[in-house]
């Protein structure tokens, strides 16, 4: 059974980073992607960023791009999510899932019907 955890949450001013860590274990196969996702108060879920095993393929929201990056380290089966110049509308819960395959343009609709799910972690980006 493939489990997530992910960690990493806080509190941070606005301008600040954070690292999440999403610890992955249970994948039998090969390739899968994991992505992080977000939900604010009151707002629907949202991909944020999502990275494939097999070619390292990446996915950026437009509302994140130059300021995240995420990274994976495939001998501790752990995937980051650098945040940097983080901002109020930032502030989310934040959290990690997976699907089998490699990343596809179809990959928002795969995560929702088909994705394992980690518990979130709590983002909170004051003015």
């Known amino acids: 059974e493939v489990q997530l955890q992910a960690s990493g949450g806080g509190l941070v001013q606005a301008g600040g980073f954070l690292r999440l860590s999403c610890a992955a274990s249970g994948f039998t196969f090969e390739p899968y992607t994991i992505g992080w996702f977000r939900q604010a108060p009151g707002k629907e879920r949202e991909p944020v960023s999502c990275i494939s095993s097999s070619d390292g393929r990446t996915y950026y929201a437009e509302s994140v791009k130059g300021r995240f990056t995420i990274s994976s380290d495939n001998a501790k089966n752990t995937v980051y999510l650098q945040m940097n110049s983080l901002k109020p509308e930032d502030t989310a819960v934040y959290y990690c899932?997976?699907?089998?395959?490699?990343?596809?343009?179809?990959?928002?609709?795969?995560?929702?019907?088909?994705?394992?799910w980690g518990q979130g972690t709590l983002v909170t980006v004051s003015s």
């Open positions: 899932a997976a699907i089998g395959g490699s990343l596809t343009t179809d990959f928002k609709w795969r995560f929702d019907k088909g994705g394992w």
